[in-house]
């Protein structure tokens, strides 16, 4: 045992000392941040200011209605360009940064209103190229005499590509359209206000917890994330852990210290607790970042039960994906080959997630059941189980216990390929052959 | 062979298969306390999976292994230092620290381990590394380095294999006086090594093994006189027709300033001095030939080809 805590003493130290974990550390943030941010910024960046429309009114009565709708158009949600995968878990954050982007999509216009005065439409679009070309206008509208009856109005632009704006016009004035049709038929403007105001939809769990769901929802696809994440991250450093003595041959002089299962196992624990520690740092920051910058009313989103449930299938999912980065550290012999042996097993991780929606649906299904039992699903199943319909607590007993015991398990067997690879030196291991060194071993 | 200290390690009729491979086929040998034992054999003959037996990082087929009077178990591994053939250090940790690992690997800890990491790297002469990185030390001060780590837990049973190489006329005495202090202070050394030289000088016995069998084994005295052909080694000058006697003489050949002269298997070299002092011939060396290690590594090496 205490040979045990030498090597996860080793292991840690060693790792959170490098100057890679204190700039690692420092950058995550700013990195995950960046990639949030910047493709938002990005997208919704107007170069030069607000777009210059010009307006051609051939109607006589619709310029006020679409030049409202047009500038009303902002307020209307807009389809969002976030980075999923970098959302961090739990509503407030994505919630947060989802006004964000809408606030950086919201596109300024800059409308003008032209009569025709006598001119011939021809004339006056002539003079109106010749405006955009000079780029005095960045485009113009004209809407024709029979707009309310069919009339297609005509949208010239210096750039029709730019679908962000073509489809905010289009449907700004289709709604004008809309209502002018109805103000014709008889409907008076304020009662078409009231008519038209959109419903929420406000969804509640029979057990009188509102919005559980939803937040249950965040809290499933953050542990993904976040397990996703941590292995991508960190899968890499445990393999490197466990190849490290193969290079610098070094295993031999354990091996003669030393069972190969503490050791094993004291590498794993030594670089998850790397892993933890970053993550933690990160977590905190969050916090304190969201505290400060929300005034001091950051309150949890999710209740502390389901946040301990969230913290356990984490750890469970994290060390399970961990464990076989080295099982496969324990096959081969330098670290390009492992990351290519232990990428289809990040698969099972991608496939928990497809099963989780179709858990959602019918929680309590046997497929449900047996994927929160398969221990390389539970972490993100067992989770979609819990915040939809809580299943009994022998099952959650139980997933976790397969979780805990495929990790165990797992460990042997890498240190049972490690030891026996090692007494073999430089030999590429293939499956039949790692098959029999764990039987012979 | 004398019984005046018992046997720290025996190995009975043991042996270690790999699939088809037999690494070691029936060895059993005797390492006495308190002597440096050399194990030699050529490359592949079995010597790295025996010295992995006695540590205890694979387990035997069949046979048995006894250590310190025990059945080896895991524990017995605290008491053995062992530098392997194939060794080396954490690249990017500091000399220190690392020596401390391994210490603690050794069940040694807190103040104890690092007093003796400095009294270790004062002798060897790497006090001044001690906080720099492996990576930033020579071949040679790495070699030393990976030799403390063997011996820094102050084990009863010192298993060195290749314990030279690499390093410099210089280290090697350095490396011989330590090993010969350790057998000083009563610990057992088995000693692996192709250098045939050092070996002679250092090791009491000497077992060889080849093919996975055991060649022979014994105190280094005697192995070497079983194996001496009857020949002398002669320096004289003046007249030396006392060497043309077929019933005496097999063979003379001159090696530089020596002459070496093979006798018939059952004469009496003293019969040979004798008829060189009533000839009058004037002696400068009359030795009797030993084969050397090497001499017999090799001729049983070829013998067996």
Not at chain 1, 386 to 414: D, N, R
Request: net charge positive; hydrophobic share 45%.
């Amino acid at each position: 045992m205490k040979k045990f805590f030498a090597v996860v003493k080793r292991e840690y130290v060693q790792r959170v000392r490098t100057k890679f974990f204190v700039i690692a550390t420092i950058l995550g943030p700013l990195v995950a941040v960046g990639f949030t941010v910047v493709p938002a910024l990005m997208i919704g960046l107007k170069t030069g200011g607000p777009a210059r429309i010009a307006i051609v009114d051939q109607t006589g009565n619709m310029y006020e209605r679409v030049a409202t709708e047009i500038n009303n158009s902002e307020e209307r949600p807009q389809p969002q360009p976030t980075m999923p995968n970098m959302t961090p878990p739990g509503p407030a954050g994505a919630r947060g940064r989802a006004q964000q982007t809408a606030k950086l999509v919201k596109a300024d216009y800059a409308l003008e209103r032209v009569d025709l005065d006598g001119r011939t439409l021809d004339e006056v679009k002539t003079s109106l190229d010749a405006r955009v070309a000079s780029r005095d206008l960045d485009s113009y509208l004209i809407l024709p005499p029979n707009l309310l009856t069919g009339g297609e109005p005509e949208y010239h632009a210096r750039n029709t590509a730019d679908m962000i704006t073509k489809e905010q016009l289009q449907r700004s004035i289709s709604q004008a359209v809309r209502s002018q049709r109805l103000v014709d038929n008889g409907i008076e403007e304020k009662k078409l206000n009231e008519l038209s105001k959109p419903i929420h939809l406000k969804a509640s769990g029979v057990g009188g917890e509102e919005g559980k769901g939803e937040a249950g929802f965040f809290l499933v696809f953050g542990a993904a994330m976040l397990i996703y994440m941590s292995v991508l991250l960190y899968g890499q450093v445990v393999l490197g852990a466990v190849i490290e003595e193969k290079e610098t041959r070094i295993a031999e002089i354990l091996f003669s210290s030393m069972r190969s299962f503490p050791l094993m196992m004291g590498k794993l624990i030594g670089v998850s607790l790397v892993a933890l520690t970053q993550l933690g740092i990160w977590a905190l920051t969050f916090v304190a970042v969201s505290v400060s910058v929300t005034g001091f009313s950051f309150s949890m989103p999710i209740s502390p039960l389901l946040f301990i449930y969230f913290a356990v299938f984490f750890l469970m999912g994290f060390f399970i994906y961990a464990t076989v980065y080295a099982v496969v550290g324990s096959m081969v012999t330098t670290t390009q080959e492992g990351g290519q042996l232990a990428m289809p097993v990040v698969l099972f991780l991608i496939a928990a997630l497809f099963v989780s929606f179709n858990i959602i649906r019918s929680p309590n299904s046997p497929l449900a059941f047996w994927a929160s039992m398969f221990p390389f699903f539970a972490p993100i199943t067992m989770l979609v189980r819990i915040t939809t319909e809580t299943p009994p607590a022998w099952q959650i007993i139980l997933s976790l216990t397969i979780g805990f015991a495929t990790v165990v398990g797992l460990v042997w067997l890498a240190s049972r390929i490690y030891r026996v690879g090692m007494l073999m030196y430089g030999k590429k291991a293939t499956i039949p052959e790692v098959w029999r060194w764990v039987r012979q071993a | 062979m004398t019984n005046e200290s018992k046997p720290t390690l025996v190995l009975e009729h043991v042996t270690k298969r790999y699939g088809d491979f037999t690494a070691v086929d029936d060895l059993s040998l005797q390492v006495r306390s308190g002597r440096v034992f050399g194990l030699i054999g050529p490359n592949g003959a079995g010597k790295t999976t025996t010295i992995r037996m006695i540590v205890n990082i694979t387990v035997p087929d069949s046979g048995r292994i006894e250590l310190f009077g025990q059945a080896m178990e895991t524990r017995l591994q605290d008491r053995i230092g062992y530098l392997p053939e194939e060794r080396g250090l954490y690249r990017k940790m500091k000399v220190g620290e690392q020596l401390k690992f391994f210490a603690e690997l050794k069940d040694v800890r807190g103040k104890e381990a690092d007093a003796r990491v400095d009294r270790w790297l004062a002798k060897l002469q790497l006090s001044d590394w001690k906080n720099k990185r492996a990576k930033d030390l020579s071949k040679g001060m790495q070699q030393k380095v990976q030799f403390i780590t063997s011996v820094i837990h102050e084990p009863d049973l010192l298993i060195l294999d290749e314990p030279f190489s690499g390093l410099d006329p210089v280290s090697v005495d350095l490396m011989k006086e330590t090993i010969l202090e350790q057998k000083g202070s009563g610990k057992t050394i088995i000693l692996s090594t192709h250098q045939m030289e050092i070996a002679e000088k250092l090791c009491d016995d000497i077992c060889m093994i080849n093919k996975s069998r055991k060649v022979f084994d014994g105190k280094l005295r005697e192995v070497r006189r079983s194996f001496a052909q009857n020949a002398v080694a002669l320096r004289v000058e003046g007249s030396d027709g006392s060497l043309n006697d077929p019933e005496l003489i097999t063979n003379v050949r001159q090696n530089g300033d020596d002459t070496e002269v093979l006798l018939t298997a059952d004469a009496n070299p003293q019969i040979l001095l004798k008829r060189l002092v009533d000839a009058n011939v004037k002696i400068t060396k009359f030795e009797l030939i030993e084969p050397t290690l090497h001499d017999i590594f090799v001729a049983k090496v070829k013998e067996s080809a």
